[in-house]
């Protein structure tokens, strides 16, 4: 009888220490030491930017934005008029792609702390195009001019996005207009505020 009681006893020990292991380990997983933040802590040092302002630009803004101005074209030669227009749902499902690829890279272009260029690399075209530390100086001390310009690409990539969803070519074509004069603002100002051209 004794030894039926020791047994049932070691076995109620082993019961409760398996669930007393369970426990632990399921609190440990609910209970990380390290909460996630929540959207209002995130802060700068959460960032880790590592492409620059130019590489986005060219690995991201100009591929997604190039199809939507090159879906809408007439073009006229010797053999006639050729007209390209976005005709299939595929064409339509493509250009909505690239403009939420559009919309969402004004997000990018607004991290504190990405750089303009690499050292190595010039951001200079043409004789009226600053060198990087001059960009980057510029953004500084107007940066919430350059937020704004951000914003201003996000809102008509939007308008995009409205116009491929309503499949008009009409308007499409118009939007591709606005999303050109907010590239050039934002170049204008602080890519070559000393360009003199003539604007229209």
């Avoid at 260029?117 to 001059?134: F, G």
């Avoid at 116009?163 to 074509?173: M, S």
Wanted: aromatic content about 4%.
């Amino acid at each position: 009888m004794k030894k039926m009681q020791r047994k049932w006893g070691f076995i109620a020990t082993l019961a409760l220490l398996v669930a007393t292991s369970a426990c632990t380990r399921q609190a440990e997983v609910a209970a990380p030491s390290e909460s996630p933040k929540s959207a209002a802590e995130v802060k700068v040092a959460d960032f880790k930017p590592t492409a620059t302002l130019q590489e986005i630009m060219l690995s991201v803004i100009d591929p997604n934005i190039d199809p939507i101005w090159n879906s809408i074209s007439t073009v006229s030669t010797a053999e006639g008029i050729t007209e390209v227009r976005p005709e299939t749902d595929e064409d339509w499902e493509k250009l909505r792609n690239h403009a939420i690829t559009l919309r969402e890279v004004a997000n990018l272009l607004v991290i504190p702390g990405r750089k303009v260029a690499h050292p190595e690399v010039s951001t200079s075209t043409h004789h009226t195009e600053l060198h990087a530390e001059a960009i980057e100086a510029l953004i500084a001390a107007q940066w919430p001019v350059f937020v704004q310009r951000a914003h201003a690409l996000q809102d008509a990539a939007g308008l995009a996005i409205s116009a491929i969803d309503e499949k008009n070519v009409d308007r499409l074509e118009e939007v591709g207009g606005i999303i050109e004069h907010t590239c050039e603002s934002c170049h204008s100002q602080f890519w070559y505020p000393d360009d003199k051209r003539p604007t229209n």
